[in-house]
């Protein structure tokens, strides 16, 4: 049976700032946002760890790190969320919406607490030495491994790297209005990290070993000076996720409504393999079976939430890389010279294909671009969309 760690019995106090640190030298911002599911306490128990490993040793740190928490109502009820999903919101017309004074407006818990986490976040990320490094902690409900989840950006792969474990693209397209879409539209690096299962204390050691590859690969820390931290670190790491593919990317989400009575088969869990035509769930309507082979992520167990399950995909290495030399020659400009592809009129960074006319390379070819996100206009148009700073950012003197 799993004994649960005392740091997650323990009941902490939250403050919007959970703590921050400040080293005496100039370097990286780093940002944990921790908690915005309410039921997911690992990453607090975490970030306290490293902070306290930070405040007992002196003048061994560059740049700044803080911890945010998200749903403070919800972390103290324990619950992934009281109204509404908190990483669902981000949308512009909605930060629009946040950021008026919303007298007159009946908001939800949630709408009150992402108002309050921009103003924290406006209040503590600074600009002055390139952009911020986000860091947006989750545990699961069932039991996983851990993987991260970001844009697919260049800027966004090259951190990505440094934590070893796989990576799954196109998991941010498919949910729209998460934290870490915001994070990336303000052209800070942002990604989140899943650790594990929400009790299992080895989530709160795997996301504070994240926490030091990460300090670590951006010069906030020196080896020499975390020896003992970086060599845990890499050893937790390393054993963590080493059967699995090293990058995966979405074909399907199973969205649901409340009133679907979606119901997941008992037993699945992260990355399992499953054959195409296998029963995977049941709602209102009958069998819920995959369309195709893959490897299936998020399956829900939790009876809260808008995504049943994710089907993914292994992506050859191979590709990555043609992706990434692809993007650096800027082959995305001249695309809309191919049949069936024009610009959009108005928006930059987008596209418009008919798929009738460029039937062959609309899926992989624009998602090694980078164009995920993908949007049916009627049914023979896409809208297919890029993200911006996919190398470089907006903010000097970094390169990111
Ligand atoms: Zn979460």
Redesign the pocket.
Known sequence: METIHPEVQKKSAIERVIDKYVGAKSGRTVCCICG??GN?HASIHAVHRVFKALHSRKNMFSGKFIALAGNLPALQKNLRFIDEDM?RLWRSDKIQFLRQDLNGHTVSNEESQAKALIKALEKEVNYENGSTIFLDM??TSSRSKPFIIFGDTLRNRRIAANFKVPYVLGLEEAIPGTIMEYITECGHIGMAFEAGKHDDPASIDIHEAALWLLLESIGCIRKGDFVEELSRSHFIMANASNDLPSILEVRYRHAIESTDMFEMLPGYKNFQSVKQGELLARDKNGSILAKEMGHILMPLYQGLGNDGFFMTRPINKFWLRVSTVMRYIQVNKLVHFLPGVTKHPAKKNTLIVDTHVAKWFVVEIFHLLGFRRITQLNKRTVILTKRRYDIFGPYRPCRN
């Open positions: 915005i599911h997911e990483n989750h545990t």
